[in-house]
């Protein structure tokens, strides 16, 4: 097998001396449909990627996230997949991205993709022949079960975007689960060939060569064989993934998700990824039962996932209590794993518009980015984020997502955070594309785009550059140990320790002004050069509304 693999090309050679460059590593993530359309379609796609990779480099990323962009009927966006070796002619062609990946390592960028394995499209080749009969060779391929004596579903678990998680088939009569849409059936990964296949899947992207995976729903590859029921789940309110008006949130998730075989699966995709050095995979981890210790689980050792994706900052609760307590809470379980913290993404309302205090303030997004920059982990930025985009309000007839339809009006779903970039104050649909956009670009986004940006030295854009360029030159603030100190309150402080350099973050998570002391915190300098700005008068320091400083202190 050695022998076939391709002659290591620069950014392998790079990677195999620093192969660890995922820990503290800017990701930045594109979500193919809304970030840039190259043809007028009125959809992203991939050169329309590459044509804005420089202003990812720009920004201070190291890494690009690409949301899925293989083959796919589009009932989910891309997370249904009928072909794992293609891309959908949407986005354009297998070349197109070969040339995006290359286009991507010449700006030092690393390129993480996308890999959708717990579940396929309807439209997938292998379900097409399972659900047949019973006895063809890929029968098996997926979770297929007998109506109860009644001709109920075989358990009571329940589909993330409603209803039953069980589809009655009438060619095989029998029932397949499907954790989100019925048109998204579950492979069975009890099927040592399921496993196989899309071992084999994954081996296909790295050989073209991108860099790792954000592995959708990590947590559901495996199901109970026993079908048991899940319990009740006694608590009143909803989690970041599921609110309460959703009945999933109703449910201990104990057998139809997190299931003790994924670890051992997760040990077999780790080694195909050791087989090409530097690349990595950060699992999202959604789980309602202790989840910090879910992801210590899961990132533990040398042989698991090198990182993990944290839903707890994901929640309209960004206060300095609050990401004490959940940020805390993982570090103590994590040991050596690793997380990736994230305040937005494309399933979520964007993080601005879910604060209570400074709500949409630009001033709000720049610290809230210096956050996520600066806790232990790899930080994870959303396309927009940057530009302090508040969520869009998408009206119905413009809706898109499945799950907003279902659930509307108490939840409106996800389009309204995946809206398009604009990119061009002066130009139609904001310079995204010439053509009728699949969701309207919303007006105040046009205002704020990234030409309207440029200029403007004080603009979040130009604070994010500022300050992703000066975290490049913090080793601690990269792979440091944290450690959270209390300070007043709306005030987050804590420091970062990496080999004799130690700093002091603090953070003012608030619309009115802060004065703190610092006595006791070993503080000797103000670090600058970040683009925040402080008043320190001796060891009290005044931090006007949403800004926040660092200090060189004793290590």
Known sequence: MTALKPTPTPQAVDAQTNADWWRGAVIYQVYPRSFMDSNGDGIGDLPGITSKLPYIAKLGADAVWISPFMKSPMDDFGYDVSDYEDVDPMFGTLDDFKTLVTSAHELGLKVLIDLVISHTSDQHAWFQ?????????????YVWADAKPDGTPPTNWLSVFGGSSWQWDTRRNQYYLHNFLRTQPDLNFHNEDVQKAVLDAARFWLKIGV???????????????????NPPKPEEDGTVSTPRTNPYSHQQHIYDKTRPENIAFLNKLRAVLDEYPGSTMVGE????????????????????LHMAYSFDLLTSAQTP?????????????????????????????????????GRESPEAAAVLLAVVGSLRGSPCIYQGEELAFAEADVAFEDLQDPYGIEFWPN???RDGCRTPI??????????FTTGKPWLPVDPRHIEQSVSAQDADPNSTLNK???????????????KGDMSFVQLEADVLGFTRTLEGQSLLCVFNLSSNEKTVSLTGQGVTEPLDGHGFTCTLDGKVVTLPAWQCAFFKRQA
């Open 129 to 141: 022949e399972s659900r047949q009969d019973r006895t063809n060779a890929k029968a098996d391929w």
């Open 211 to 229: 860099d790792g995976f954000r592995l959708d729903t990590a947590n559901f590859y495996f199901h109970d064989k026993d079908l048991r029921d």
């Open 285 to 304: 981890i959604g789980a309602d039962e202790d989840p910090h210790q879910i992801i210590a689980d899961y990132t533990a050792g040398n042989d698991r």
């Open 321 to 357: 209590a609050y990401i004490r307590d959940k940020v805390s809470k993982l570090e103590a379980a994590i040991n050596d794993g690793w997380a990736s913290w994230a305040m937005s993404n494309h399933d979520v309302t964007r993080v601005i518009s879910r604060l209570e205090d």
């Open 411 to 413: 939840f409106k779903g």
């Open 422 to 431: 604009a990119w061009e104050a002066n130009s139609p649909n904001g310079g």
């Open 464 to 478: 994010a550059r500022r300050f992703f360029a000066w975290r490049r030159t913090q080793p601690a603030l990269i």
